[in-house]
C-alpha cells in the first residue's frame, strides 16, 4: 500500500492502439483537498470522462487535442484508503479506450470546536415560533409581489 501518491505520480499505459501518459498532481491527497489529472495520448482526444470516488470529474483539452487536464475534490466525509479513478477516452477516429489509476488518500484529522447555545435558541417557545411563521408568510407575499 502506498504512502502517498508520489510513488505512482505518472505512469504510462499501452493499452490497444493508444499509448496513455496519466500523471496526478498533488502529492499528498487528503479528504477535503483537491487534485488534478493530467492525461497524454499518443491519439488525439475528442472527450474525456472519468470518475473518481463515485463523482464525476471535469476534464479540459489541451492546446493540441493529445493531452487533457482533470480536476477533482476530494470529500471531507472520504476514508483513508486506496481508491480508483475510473474512465473512457474517445478519440476523433471514433475510437474509444478505457483506463484506471489507483490512488491513495492519506487520513487528516480537523479540529473541532465545541459550543453550547442555550435550548431557546435551538427550539422556539410557540411565541417566537408563531412570529416565525409570520414573518415568513410576509417574505413570502413580499418576494411575489416584487419578485
Known amino acids: 500500500m502506498w504512502a502517498s501518491n508520489d510513488a505512482v505520480g505518472s505512469r504510462p499505459f499501452l493499452t490497444g492502439a493508444a499509448s496513455l501518459h496519466l500523471k496526478i498532481v498533488g502529492e499528498r491527497l487528503f479528504p477535503g483537498g483537491m487534485f488534478g489529472v493530467i492525461i497524454q495520448c499518443t491519439k488525439p482526444i475528442k472527450h474525456t470522462e472519468a470518475s473518481f470516488s463515485g463523482r464525476k470529474m471535469i476534464f479540459y483539452s489541451g492546446?493540441?487535442?493529445?493531452?487533457?487536464?482533470?480536476?477533482?475534490?476530494?470529500?471531507?466525509?472520504?476514508?483513508?484508503?486506496?481508491?480508483?479513478?475510473?474512465?473512457?477516452?474517445?478519440?476523433?477516429?471514433?475510437?474509444?479506450?478505457?483506463?484506471?489509476?489507483?490512488?491513495?488518500?492519506?487520513?487528516?484529522?480537523?479540529?473541532?470546536?465545541?459550543?453550547?447555545?442555550?435550548?431557546?435558541?435551538?427550539?422556539?417557545?410557540?411565541?417566537?415560533?408563531?412570529?416565525?411563521?409570520?414573518?415568513?408568510?410576509?417574505?413570502?407575499?413580499?418576494?411575489?409581489?416584487?419578485?
Not at 73 to 85: C, H, N, P, Q, S
Open 63 to 147: 492546446k493540441d487535442n493529445q493531452q487533457c487536464y482533470g480536476l477533482a475534490g476530494i470529500d471531507l466525509e472520504t476514508k483513508a484508503g486506496r481508491y480508483l479513478i475510473q474512465g473512457t477516452l474517445s478519440f476523433e477516429d471514433g475510437q474509444s479506450q478505457g483506463f484506471e489509476r489507483p490512488l491513495q488518500v492519506l487520513p487528516k484529522k480537523f479540529p473541532v470546536q465545541r459550543i453550547q447555545v442555550d435550548e431557546r435558541y435551538v427550539t422556539l417557545d410557540s411565541e417566537d415560533s408563531k412570529r416565525a411563521e409570520e414573518e415568513n408568510e410576509d417574505s413570502q407575499r413580499t418576494f411575489i409581489l416584487h419578485g
